[in-house]
């Protein structure tokens, strides 16, 4: 029987186990390793919303885990990988042996090294354990600092407001959503956000973290101090590596780094696949190996893997970069290159409305979208589904450019005229129709 | 599997289709919830719905991070409501811009085929819509690419080039 070994119980891990049992003609044994019981990390801001149940969060149990057949070691690590001897050491000393094994041990939150930052009342919002600090600690009328103002900051902008505290976002960059948007864009957001009471501090270096009578000081380089009851670290993401170390798994030393994987998501070890916030694989726009710390390219990634881990030969054809959040009924998202000095570049911004279009082409091919608009209007949310399929499918808008010059609102005429349903209807991620998430009758049934 | 199919050509833009879906869709005739759209092509004079295909892959339902989007007993990709958290990933994962956001109750929602009876094919008096057993199909791209010839033409001549 066929020796699974899936190492991390996110969104990869979880996608790769479903997979697998989708797809196997055989049974296999399968071994989840998680430091942490199985949870939708995406969710954690409703739950500090609280419009959810923490109960909500979790995407496994042990009853679902036995029921897929999954023996799951939670709460444990993986401290030594040997993919010569297809063996992994526990934390506990313990040992596993595989036949493949899957490395998808994501992300943890990074903060600077600044004086004060591991203090109390100074939290990231990553973990659930951290989600639950941050429950504890936000009530009605505290006051909030949040340090960091890109995409993980703004997901749990609503979650902070509705609790309702009081909320100041400090940024180190010039402008806020660095990362995420153009500053176009950033600074319609920046107006919003500031007529709904959320006050903005950009280009702020944080020097301390103080404690001051039971509140947090916070200083800075240039400004007047803050004070906070609860001070939240979104200050970016570390991919969780450094246990590989001396396993002779290839990892890139370029920016953002990564185990570097082939189009099946190999490691250079032919037996050891990585999978999403870990694995460094293609850029489905520009074929370039990238790690995209995003939720639906763990999904892919994870499905992926579970598909060649059962026998078939799946190629990925790349993730798309994609974000998308609404902060106080702001929808704002960005796809694919939405930052490129050589592309084509037509905007359009209706500052009344609060709406904002980019869209970014080579030739006829459109390469980046930037959407931003009020919630409550349709049209933004289905714009950014068709924006989607432009941006992924590549069909040619090279006789629609005109017109979308002109009018970058108009996308649903070029997307249906240039045919791209057609394109879209034959893709897959897998190469045949997608189940629903519940159990596959094999497992029941086996 | 049965699913809706679209006859452009037959549509005359009534609008009774949206009204009949928002009112299946959420219990109010309010068309501005329909999940099926009725857009008007060649300045106004050609009218097409559009809704959701049921793909193959269901971008959607393998996007969602808390399975909240399954396949039903008539084979349509539909939103758990008791699962749903509102967290809008499925809007940016359909490339087809069919998922839609319903900021009262925070949940999304999509095309689910009535459970099997879809409304707006029911309410269609020119069988615009109907409901077969086919294949999905782009149902609006040649009709889209015809009618709209104009409106690109239009754009060159006041660009300039013939």
């Not at chain 1, 029921?67 to 444990?76: C, I, T």
């Not at chain 1, 709904?196 to 301390?208: I, P």
């Not at chain 1, 999904?299 to 799946?314: F, L, P, S, T």
């Not at chain 1, 941006?391 to 009018?407: F, M, Y």
């Amino acid at each position: 029987m066929a020796r699974h070994l899936i190492i991390g119980g996110g969104t990869a891990g979880l996608n790769c186990i479903r997979t697998i049992r989708e797809e196997e003609a055989e049974p296999s044994e399968v071994t989840l390793v998680s430091a942490e019981r199985p949870y939708s990390r995406m969710v954690l801001p409703y739950y500090l919303g609280r419009s959810i149940a923490e109960s909500h969060v979790f995407t496994a149990t042990p009853a679902s885990l036995a029921a897929w057949k999954v023996k799951s070691l939670l709460g444990r690590r993986v401290t030594r990988l040997d993919p010569g001897s297809h063996a992994a050491t526990l934390d506990d000393g313990a040992t596993v042996e595989f036949d493949d094994c899957l490395i998808a041990t994501g992300s943890r939150a990074a903060k600077p090294p600044v004086p004060g930052v591991d203090g109390p009342g100074v939290h990231c919002f990553w973990t659930l354990d951290e989600a639950r600090a941050v429950v504890a600690g936000v009530t009605p009328g505290s006051r909030v600092v949040m340090v960091g103002a890109g995409f993980i900051a703004f997901t749990i902008l609503n979650a902070i407001l509705s609790r309702g505290a009081s909320l100041t976002i400090v940024e180190v960059a010039p402008r806020i959503l660095p990362r995420m948007v153009d500053a176009e864009c950033a600074s319609i957001v920046e107006r919003w956000l500031t007529a709904r009471g959320v006050v903005l501090r950009t280009g702020a270096t944080l020097t301390a973290i103080e404690e001051a009578r039971g509140k947090r000081r916070l200083s800075f380089r240039s400004g007047s101090p803050l004070l906070a009851d609860v001070v939240i670290m979104a200050t970016g993401i570390r991919t969780n590596l450094e246990w590989l170390e001396g396993s002779g798994i290839e990892t890139s030393t370029e920016p953002g780094g990564g185990i570097v994987v082939d189009d099946r998501l190999r490691s250079s070890a032919k037996s050891v696949y990585a999978a999403g916030d870990v694995a460094r694989g293609r850029n489905l726009l520009t074929g370039a190996l990238e790690v995209h710390a995003i939720e639906p390219t763990a999904q892919e990634h994870g499905r992926v893997v579970g598909a060649n881990m059962a026998g078939r030969d799946v190629a990925y054809r790349g993730s798309l970069v994609m974000n998308i959040v609404e902060v106080a009924h702001l929808d704002v998202a960005s796809f694919g290159q939405w930052e490129d000095p050589a592309a084509e570049v037509y905007t359009a911004l209706r500052p009344e409305r609060s709406q904002y279009r980019k869209l970014l082409f080579h030739g006829g091919r459109l390469t980046g979208a930037v959407i931003c608009g009020p919630a409550s209007d349709i049209w933004t949310t289905n714009d950014v589904g068709m924006l989607k399929g432009l941006v992924s499918s590549g069909v040619d808008l090279a006789g629609w450019k005109a017109h979308l010059e002109r009018n970058p609102f108009d996308v649903k005429p070029a997307f249906l005229a240039t045919r791209t349903v057609s394109q879209l209807l034959p893709e897959t991620v897998l190469g045949r129709p997608s189940h629903s998430p519940q159990l596959p009758q094999s497992v029941v049934m086996k | 599997m049965k699913i809706l199919a679209l006859h452009p050509d037959k549509c005359t833009g009534c609008l009774r289709c949206e009204l009949a879906c928002s009112y299946m869709q959420t219990g109010s005739y309010q068309p501005s919830k329909s999940v099926i759209r009725v857009s008007p092509l060649e300045g106004y004079t050609s009218y097409a719905p559009y809704t959701c295909t049921q793909c193959m892959e269901g971008w959607c339902m393998t996007a969602c991070p808390v399975g909240a989007i399954r396949i039903t007993a008539a084979g349509a990709k539909d939103v758990m409501d008791d699962t749903c958290v509102g967290c809008k990933l499925c809007t940016i994962a359909c490339p087809y811009g069919t998922m839609f956001y319903d900021a009262d109750t925070q949940k999304a929602y999509k095309c689910n085929l009535c459970g099997g009876a879809p409304a707006c094919a029911d309410a269609c008096p020119t069988q615009a819509i109907t409901f077969e057993d086919v294949e999905s199909a782009d149902w609006i791209g040649d009709f889209a690419a015809e009618r709209t010839a104009y409106v690109l033409r239009r754009d060159g001549a006041r660009a300039g080039v013939a």
